[in-house]
């Protein structure tokens, strides 16, 4: 059976990108490998809008009722819908900026984070309605925050995979890449290497 994966990268660098280099680690693993099928969406060379009411009512509007201008909106939403549901694995290489994650990146979910489609609201709090998936996050930051209460980006990234019911989630960080050549070097070292053996597991 084949695995198929959806690799998103996010860096406004582009091959210059720690992150890239991550997601290319990722790309040069897998490629020997049949059973593994890759797709690749850059939410950089192909910004999304910021979400706004006229997509979000697109949304709203049953798809038989919509404007010519509704269906080109809702079609946005609908297309990296599909994407993600057509993928079992999603590869989130995600470049600190700020503290957060690049404003592109969040554009991506704001429209895969769609009530009625990939979670829904019950009495009891959402539900994901994503079923199936996994999730492995690329993080490369110039300082090192993981696990500590500063780093305010891994329980953003998981608690919106989680909304939509992607639990399953593994995260290879490369941190302190601002912090000199040896901090660099050692730090893209070993997330080359989680990342090998994330990729044996698949
Ligand atoms: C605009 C901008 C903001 C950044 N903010 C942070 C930050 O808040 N914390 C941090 O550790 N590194 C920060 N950095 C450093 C990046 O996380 C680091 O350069 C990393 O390699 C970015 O990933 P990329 O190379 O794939 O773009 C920032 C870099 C840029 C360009």
Redesign the pocket.
């Known amino acids: 059976m084949t695995t198929r994966a959806l690799v998103i990268?996010?860096?406004?660098?582009a091959e210059?990108?720690?992150?890239?280099?991550?997601a290319n680690h990722f790309h040069s693993r897998v490629a020997g490998r049949d059973d593994i099928a890759v797709t690749q969406r850059d939410v950089v060379a192909n910004a999304l809008p910021h979400l706004d009411s006229s997509e979000l009512g697109a949304w709203q509007v049953a798809a038989a009722e919509r404007t010519a201008e509704q269906h080109v909106l809702a079609a946005r939403s609908d297309e990296l819908l599909a994407e993600l549901r057509a993928n079992d694995v999603l590869v989130i290489?995600?470049?600190?900026?700020?503290?957060?994650i690049?404003s592109q990146l969040k554009a991506w979910f704001d429209r895969v984070l769609r009530a009625g489609e990939t979670f829904r609201y019950t009495e009891n709090g959402p539900q994901g309605l994503v079923e199936g998936k996994r999730a492995i996050i690329l993080a490369?930051?110039?300082?090192?925050?993981a696990g500590t209460e500063f780093d305010s980006q891994t329980p953003h990234l998981k608690n919106m995979l989680g909304l939509m019911g992607i639990t399953d989630v593994d995260v290879v960080y490369?941190?302190?890449?601002?912090m000199g050549d040896q901090q660099r070097e050692t730090a893209m070292k070993e997330a080359f290497q989680a990342i090998d053996q994330l990729v044996e597991g698949l």
């Open positions: 990268t996010s860096s406004i660098l210059n990108g720690r992150s890239i280099a991550l290489a995600v470049p600190m900026y700020n503290l957060g690049p490369a930051r110039g300082g090192q925050y490369a941190e302190g890449l601002n």
